[in-house]
């Protein structure tokens, strides 16, 4: 199978790649849904912020995509920001169906931020493992990584492929 995972510069937040080769403004995030609904029919999962929650949903096919969430029990606390932004949404779309025999994945996962990657929105290992699980990919698929940044996510797959198991 050839799933996408897609982690684009959030809503109202390109300009924090201003200074990146590949920054190209903000993302048309309508087209980019579209681009997965077209190109990657087993399936792909695109991150976004708890605020852009109320504008993505609606661009996702219904009924099909899910809401995941990945909670960060340490995440970037802001001076002056009462209410921190410890949680965001992933939408998943499709996935290889599971057998009886596998075990059930859970719709969120817990795991803190990484600080050392030199990129805002870096996304950490345990993420990356929970995601592969959630899609059901196994080490024979692809997986396109359409906003590689740090090269994190494409780092984790190799791993994921080379040990698959938990
Ligand atoms: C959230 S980061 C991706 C982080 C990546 N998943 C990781 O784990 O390191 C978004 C990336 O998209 C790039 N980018 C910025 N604006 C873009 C645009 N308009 N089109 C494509 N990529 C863009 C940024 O430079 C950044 O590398």
Redesign the pocket.
């Known amino acids: 199978m050839r799933f996408a995972y897609a982690?684009?510069?959030y809503p109202g937040q390109?300009h924090l790649?201003r200074d990146?080769p590949?920054?190209?403004?903000?993302?048309d995030h309508a087209a980019l849904i579209a681009r997965l609904v077209a190109e990657f029919p087993d399936g792909w999962a695109l991150s976004s912020s708890s605020p852009a929650l109320r504008d993505v949903l609606p661009l996702t096919p219904p009924p099909l995509t899910r809401v995941c969430v990945w909670v960060k029990p340490f995440a970037s606390f802001k001076p002056g920001v009462t209410l921190a932004y410890a949680w965001e949404p992933v939408f998943v779309c499709g996935g290889r169906k599971r057998t009886r025999e596998e075990d059930t994945v859970r719709d969120w996962v817990s795991a803190s931020i990484t600080l050392r990657?030199g990129?805002?929105?870096?996304?950490p290992r345990e993420f990356c493992r929970w995601l592969f699980r959630v899609l059901g990919a196994r080490p024979d698929d692809e997986l396109v990584?359409l906003?590689?940044?740090?090269?994190?996510?494409a780092r984790a797959w190799e791993e994921f492929q080379r040990r698959p198991e938990p």
């Open positions: 982690d684009p510069p390109a790649y990146h590949d920054y190209a403004g903000e993302v990657r990129l805002t929105g870096a996304k990584d906003f590689p940044g740090s090269g994190a996510v």
